[in-house]
T-cell receptor, first 114, second 116 residues
Framework: DVKVTQSSRYLVKRTGEKVFLECVQDMDHENMFWYRQDPGLGLRLIYFSYDVKMKEKGDIPEGYSVSREKKERFSLILESASTNQTSMYLC?????????????FGSGTQLSVL | GDSVTQMEGPVTLSEEAFLTINCTYTATGYPSLFWYVQYPGEGLQLLLKATKADDKGSNKGFEATYRKETTSFHLEKGSVQVSDSAVYFCALSDPASNFGNEKLTFGTGTRLTIIP
């Protein structure tokens, strides 16, 4: 069974902390994505990567950075967490072939910043 | 820019009722359209898609038809079950937009609850 695994289901951090959200996929996919999901706003794209060490900003990159040192792993970094970054974070991966290819999602990390 | 508008939820229906969840879109080019579903405690998964006008996507008894003239992609099912309770997201990819070949734009989601 193909899998996108996010390291934590729930995470509680304090304002100003550096936070790492990890995502691993076992499907050898080239493309990986980080979204945040908020009630009434749906899913919004933070960053995506189409190859190792490559990254592109999505619609809401401010306050976030990413790292992709290996093909299977895509990390989202909150350099200095703030309360407005409390959200559900979803990682996804997809093979090459463009946006018509199916996205495979992890089950999400609910981050609370106090 | 691109956008997807879904009907406000939550939607509550009785088992075996007919379901419609409305979705309309705005896009620069000729988008592909998708419905994703999120069951409780899980990530999103693709339900169905349509890549050109008048195409019908279907899966698990759900259907949606790509209507270019009304810029819509409404989700329908003739007889819903309790197991259909989930959040449903309409989405598009627009090759004419920046990185539109790579990313999806999602709607806000519609929570559906089916009662026995």
């Amino acid at each position: 069974d193909v899998k996108v695994t996010q390291s934590s289901r729930y995470l509680v951090k304090r304002t100003g902390e550096k936070v790492f959200l990890e995502c691993v996929q076992d499907m050898d996919h080239e493309n990986m994505f980080w979204y945040r999901q908020d009630p009434g706003l749906g899913l919004r794209l933070i960053y995506f990567s189409y190859d190792v060490k490559m990254k592109e900003k999505g619609d809401i990159p401010e306050g976030y950075s990413v790292s992709r040192e290996k093909k299977e792993r895509f990390s989202l970094i909150l350099e200095s967490a703030s309360t407005n970054q409390t959200s559900m974070y979803l990682c996804a991966s997809r093979p090459n072939g463009g946006a018509n290819e199916k996205l495979f999602f992890g089950s999400g990390t609910q981050l609370s910043v106090l | 820019g691109d956008s997807v508008t879904q009907m406000e939820g939550p939607v509550t229906l009785s088992e075996e009722a007919f379901l419609t969840i409305n979705c309309t879109y705005t896009a620069t080019g000729y988008p592909s359209l998708f419905w994703y579903v999120q069951y409780p405690g899980e990530g999103l998964q693709l339900l169905l898609k349509a890549t050109k006008a008048d195409d019908k996507g279907s899966n698990k008894g759900f259907e949606a038809t790509y209507r270019k003239e009304t810029t819509s992609f409404h989700l329908e099912k003739g007889s819903v079950q309790v197991s259909d309770s989930a959040v449903y997201f309409c989405a598009l990819s627009d090759p004419a937009s920046n990185f539109g070949n790579e990313k999806l734009t999602f709607g806000t989601g519609t929570r559906l609850t089916i009662i026995p």
